[in-house]
């Protein structure tokens, strides 16, 4: 998986990770893939629905979510 996303990144592909979160909101994924993701810079959150459209927003180059969020990369 790592490598395919490293690959995906390399030929230009914006990589945005949802993590997944259990039904009470715990979270229910390997944050060491987590970090590795993020640290190959690719946006990597886990959110509620909720707060899904705006963080989204921020993933896209150039955007500004609703809520005034901005990215922010792992670097």
């Known amino acids: 998986m790592l490598a ?3 690959a995906l990144k390399q030929s ?3 990589v945005i990770v949802l993590l997944a ?3 009470d909101g715990h979270p229910g ?3 060491n ?3 590795k993701i993020a640290a190959m810079d690719s946006l990597v959150f886990a959110c509620t ?3 899904f459209p705006d963080l989204l927003a921020t993933a896209l180059p150039g955007r500004t979510s609703s809520s005034g ?3 922010r990369t792992s670097r």
Do not use: F
Request: charged share 30%.
């Open 21 to 23: 979160l259990s039904d």
């Open 12 to 14: 230009g592909v914006n």
């Open 69 to 71: 969020l901005q990215r």
């Open 49 to 51: 629905p909720d707060q």
């Open 33 to 35: 893939h987590a970090e």
């Open 4 to 6: 395919r996303i490293a």
């Open 29 to 31: 994924y390997d944050s």
